[in-house]
């Protein structure tokens, strides 16, 4: 490697080093902004939060960054480490990303998604969609401007965005992938909802307080291998977890004193999240790649263990006896075999965060499908509403009563859009290395046992290790031996649900 070409190299990475730094602090107020900051201090919090994050634009915006890091790419094969090779192509695309994007166009669009965000939350807070519906729409706007501005554009507007969270999908990819699911998970929902099969769960809305709640995410946290040196957790609107830094993972919940299994799922969820953080290889911070990894790699991981571990036979009969010790006027007159069948119950909700493993996917869809037509154009804002609650009847027989729990549910869309089809893809990337982990051992013994040194061990070397160094099909790929395909996640659902209902019996 040249002296010029190493020169370039480590001003690069020192640039990197001080933008982190603005990207720390931007963290630690965005968790404080949506955790215990105070309602009337949430705008000004949000517009120091801006200012910051616009300081480390600013450094990436520097003429000899940008052209220190073209460097990088024009000589990545003169690169030493294939690390900094992968580094060169992620300033490249991120540099024809942001070429056109000034200093103050960056602060201008963070200033917007601010408001929105506390817009959002006043809007659902007195379930009013009118009080987000311009913030709305100021985000639609500026993320249609964004793409204007790409150099690598791509023709579809959503195309961009979903490229954004994982590389290398489209809108043709998703429909595809979406019509085989509802082909396959309408017409079993259809005969579940007919099933005989009687469930019980009259005692899921017995009342917890706050605090056995608080000691439940403690057990399970601990139990799932989570580190306290190295993590933390607490509550908030709308549970997320922030990784501040390579030792400073922060989790959230949210407490419901008549439904005492939601904070438990949310937790496990952001569990997930919090692990694939923890256990990233520390070359991968060193050469400032940590943040490669996809969303849909990343909600993987979180539904692994929230569903496929989670909600499992033997993960329930391993936290029976501490469920029934932390919450003993729920779980008195309740067994195991019960709150299996109540924690995978499936019953058509309004709500997304509380959908029920099988429904979920078609939560997901009606948020696809109308986000395509909001960034396409084919939607007026102010329709939106109707167009949620209609779709949700369509797809799931129920319908939203107040835009609480209809279109004002999820914050995700003050901050843009393509994010949501991710969840989806998570559980089918989940559901085809479950099968391969399978292979290797009893994952099913392991849960029983609580040997999460191993599931974590295996997940470690084999899912998360390189996570940030391959885009998604090489990843699953190196992972299964496999290509993408939808049928492994269906043939699960197909299967449990299928015993769980006694469908066909």
């Not at 070429?99 to 959002?120: C, G, Q």
């Not at 993972?249 to 949310?266: D, I, L």
């Not at 939560?363 to 909001?374: A, D, V």
Request: with cysteine; proline share 3%.
């Amino acid at each position: 490697m040249t002296k010029e070409l190493q020169e370039k190299l480590d001003f690069v990475k020192k640039t990197l080093h001080d933008v982190e730094s603005y990207s720390h602090a931007c963290s630690v107020l965005n968790f404080d902004q949506e955790t215990i900051c105070p309602a009337e201090g949430m705008e000004e919090q949000g517009e120091v939060n801006a200012f910051l994050s616009n300081k480390a634009f600013e450094l990436r915006k520097q003429h000899q960054f940008e052209e220190a890091a073209e460097y990088l790419y024009q000589h990545k094969n003169e690169l030493a480490d294939p690390l900094d090779r992968i580094l060169a192509d992620d300033l490249h695309r991120e540099y024809l990303k942001t070429k056109n994007i000034t200093p103050e166009m960056d602060h201008e669009f963070a200033l917007a998604y601010n408001r929105a965000f506390v817009n959002w939350v006043n809007a659902k807070q007195q379930s009013d969609y009118e009080l987000f519906a311009p913030s709305l729409k100021e985000v639609r706007d500026i993320e249609l401007k964004k793409i204007s501005l790409r150099e690598n554009r791509l023709p579809d507007a959503y195309d961009n965005l979903l490229d954004d969270y994982e590389r290398g999908m489209t809108t043709d990819n998703l429909d595809e992938i979406f019509d085989v699911c509802k082909k396959r998970l309408v017409p079993l929902l259809k005969k579940i909802t007919e099933s005989k099969k009687s469930i019980r769960t009259d005692f899921m809305s017995r009342t917890v307080t706050d605090e056995q709640q608080k000691r439940m995410a403690q057990y399970l946290l601990e139990t799932l291998g989570f580190d306290f040196r190295r993590g933390s957790f607490t509550t908030t609107e709308h549970p997320f977890t922030d990784g501040l830094g390579r030792n400073d993972v922060r989790v959230t919940t949210h407490y419901y004193p008549a439904m005492f299994s939601s904070s438990m799922f949310s937790i496990i969820h952001e569990c997930g999240h919090a692990l694939f953080e923890m256990y990233q290889p520390g070359e991968d911070w060193e050469h400032y790649i940590n943040g490669d990894k996809t969303m849909g790699m990343h909600e993987s991981v979180s539904r692994f263990y929230e569903n496929r571990i989670g909600r499992s036979k033997a993960f329930v009969d391993l936290i029976y006896d501490k469920t029934k010790q932390i919450f003993p006027e729920v779980m008195h007159d309740v067994s195991s075999r019960e709150l299996y069948e109540a924690l995978n119950v499936v019953r058509p909700s309004l709500i997304r965060t509380e959908a029920d493993e099988f429904t979920y996917t078609l939560h997901i869809i009606i948020r696809y499908e109308l986000e395509k037509l909001i960034v396409n154009g084919n939607a007026k804002i102010e329709d939106l509403p109707g167009l949620w609650n209609d779709t949700y009847e369509k797809y799931l027989g129920v319908r939203p009563q107040n835009d609480r729990e209809g279109i004002l549910q999820d914050v995700h869309w003050s901050s843009g859009f393509g994010y949501f089809s991710t969840y989806a893809l998570g559980n089918m990337y989940n559901a085809m290395y479950y099968e391969t982990m399978s292979r290797d051992f009893d994952v099913s013994q392991a849960v029983l046992n609580g040997d999460f040194a191993k599931i974590n061990g295996w997940m470690k070397e084999r899912v998360w290790k390189n996570a940030n160094r391959e885009t998604p099909k090489e990843w699953i790929r190196e992972i299964t031996g496999g290509d993408f395909s939808v049928e492994p996640y269906l043939d699960y659902l197909e299967k449990k649900y299928t015993a769980l209902y006694e469908i066909g019996e």
